[in-house]
């Protein structure tokens, strides 16, 4: 079935945009085959261009910050063990002497941080070692997508005789109160579900581009990269900020520990306008529901039965 899970997946993310071009861009044509196969065509070359466009901004700017990261980490891990060092020299006042380094011992972390990466690459080694005995199991994940890719064509090209068949499937074993019942609860569940995919995609774009903004304009190291970081894991619901926020913040402690402080009062503050501002007003919108509705719903619902 994984397959099949796979191809109606992707026909749903990539229906929206077969029906602007299908009911919009091409709506003039009179060839029903023609204007869906032409639909069908253009809605994929969206779809790999947009991917492709991200890759292409996107994966050089974390290469980069990476291969800068890697470059600079020894002196990054010096700057902060000195921050560090000072920092409790400060608390403990009764120390007589601007010895810093008695503290944390520079040499002993950078043999800890190589032993890491030793450790690391052994890791990394394993890995491969298991991914090639299973790489058959990875073949038939491969072989899954690009089957699920011409199911889901199938589906967006045949999608109102699929609709039809399932229709009398439907009529044929329920009952007519039970079937408009069930009918109308899944036109309402699409609805609602693909609003709220829609929403959250937008309000993590959203995230990410605030987050380029600001850090770029207070002199944050890398904030392509931590931008993404905070973007990406920001569609996860609840858990997602501080998903994020931690390897985040690591990141900036390491090449800036004087700028940890500012980049947490950030991350907090952009956080809190999205969670309550900007997120149910998408939310709301999309749904039908208020933005204070979406947030008393947040709130009551979260305090009675937690993240269920």
């Not at 044509?29 to 991200?54: D, F, N, Q």
């Not at 929403?199 to 904030?223: F, H, K, N, R």
């Not at 149910?280 to 039965?305: D, E, N, Q, R, W």
Request: aromatic share 12%.
């Amino acid at each position: 079935l994984a397959p099949l899970i796979i191809g109606g997946a992707i026909a749903y993310l990539c229906n929206p945009i077969l029906n602007m071009f299908d009911n919009r861009a091409f709506a003039r044509m009179r060839s029903r085959k023609g204007r869906r196969a032409l639909s069908l065509l253009c809605t994929y070359a969206v779809v790999l261009l947009a991917l492709t466009l991200l890759l292409l901004i996107v994966i050089p700017q974390l290469i980069g910050s990476y291969n800068s990261f890697a470059g600079n980490l020894q002196s990054y891990t010096n700057k902060a063990i000195t921050f560090v060092n000072k920092a409790l020299y400060m608390i403990n006042h009764s120390a007589g002497s601007d010895d810093f380094s008695k503290y944390i011992d520079t040499g002993s972390v950078q043999r800890k941080v190589s032993e890491l990466f030793n450790t690391s690459s052994g890791i990394f080694s394993t890995v491969a070692g298991y991914v090639v005995n299973y790489a058959s199991s990875i073949a038939v994940g491969v072989k899954n997508v690009l089957f699920g890719l011409f199911i889901s064509i199938y589906i967006l090209s045949s999608k109102e005789r699929l609709a039809a068949q399932i229709k009398k499937i439907l009529t044929a074993i329920l009952p007519e109160r039970r079937y408009s019942g069930f009918v109308g609860w899944v036109r309402f569940t699409n609805s609602t579900f693909g609003n709220y995919i829609k929403a959250q995609l937008l309000d993590a774009l959203l995230v990410a581009v605030e987050c380029v903004i600001l850090l770029s304009a207070t002199g944050m190291p890398y904030p392509v990269l931590l931008a993404f970081i905070i973007g990406v894991t920001n569609i996860i619901p609840v858990f997602g900020p501080f998903i994020g926020g931690i390897p985040a913040g690591f990141i900036v402690f390491i090449s800036a520990p004087e700028k940890l402080l500012l980049f947490v009062i950030m991350l907090v503050l952009i956080q809190q306008i999205d969670g309550n501002f900007v997120l149910p007003k998408l939310v709301g919108t999309t749904t039908g529901m208020s933005s204070l509705g979406v947030l008393c719903a947040i709130t009551v619902m979260g305090g009675y039965f937690g993240i269920a």
